[in-house]
């Protein structure tokens, strides 16, 4: 199986490549730079495995929530890619690769990406016997002071909303969070893990069907809001 995977909807903008069994990656924390950065790193992907765009099987990518520009980015490469290849899409939650970068022994998992205008984008999951994660409940976006979480769990916290929110998570906790690392981010070599038991069972999309997931529709805050957030 070859599989090429995009993830661009946080800071970092990444590309991996499953081929033969080996994984082959590119990633830099580049805000702003995605588009020039995404083609360039696939090509150097291929390049390093010896591979030709005609020898890839399906397109991995990062479908949301993050930012509305970067998830565009990913999702419209990889339709465009998948299109032109006639291969089908893998689209995967973001969140869902984000947890990927817990502890490998995490049981429970938060993920949380800073969503701007106070609010984050929220996932949990738990670590399986294949060592992948696996969604708890549904993934939400709102304000952290109302973060809800199930009860009775130790929580191991991944994501920039860590570094933005710690404070505010930690209040809607049952424990104290058993490890917490804000600095990090989704990447396609999770994107990738996640894809390639999805792909080989099946779960591939064609291309236009490969859709994104903001979770809101308002990307921006008005004057007289921002103006609030500054005085708070």
């Not at 970067?70 to 939650?93: E, F, N």
């Amino acid at each position: 199986m070859n599989l090429l995977a995009l993830e661009t909807s946080t800071e970092a903008c990444s590309v991996a490549l499953l081929a033969a069994g080996a994984v082959y990656s590119r990633s830099e924390i580049a805000p702003r730079r995605h588009a020039e950065l995404l083609l360039p790193m696939c090509e150097a992907v291929l390049a390093e495995a010896g591979l030709r765009r005609r020898q890839l099987d399906a397109i991995a990518v990062g479908r949301g929530p993050g930012a509305f520009t970067g998830v565009r980015l990913a999702i419209s490469a990889a339709q465009g890619i998948a299109l032109a290849l006639d291969v089908p899409v893998v689209p995967v939650s973001s969140l869902a690769a984000l947890a990927l970068e817990a502890p490998a022994d995490a049981g429970s998992i938060l993920a949380v990406i800073d969503a701007r205008m106070g609010e984050l984008y929220a996932g949990v999951f738990r670590r399986g016997d294949d060592g992948l994660v696996h969604e708890l409940a549904a993934e939400t976006v709102g304000p952290a002071d109302a973060l809800r979480v199930p009860p009775g769990r130790r929580w191991d916290i991944v994501g920039t909303g860590w570094d933005t929110h710690a404070d505010a998570i930690r209040a809607r906790l049952d424990a104290a969070p058993r490890s917490a690392r804000g600095l990090c981010y989704p990447l396609a070599v999770s994107i990738a893990r996640l894809a390639a038991p999805r792909f080989v069972a099946g779960h591939g999309v064609a291309p236009e069907q490969a859709l994104p997931v903001y979770l809101r529709d308002k990307v921006a805050l008005t004057t007289s809001e921002r103006a609030v957030v500054a005085q708070g």
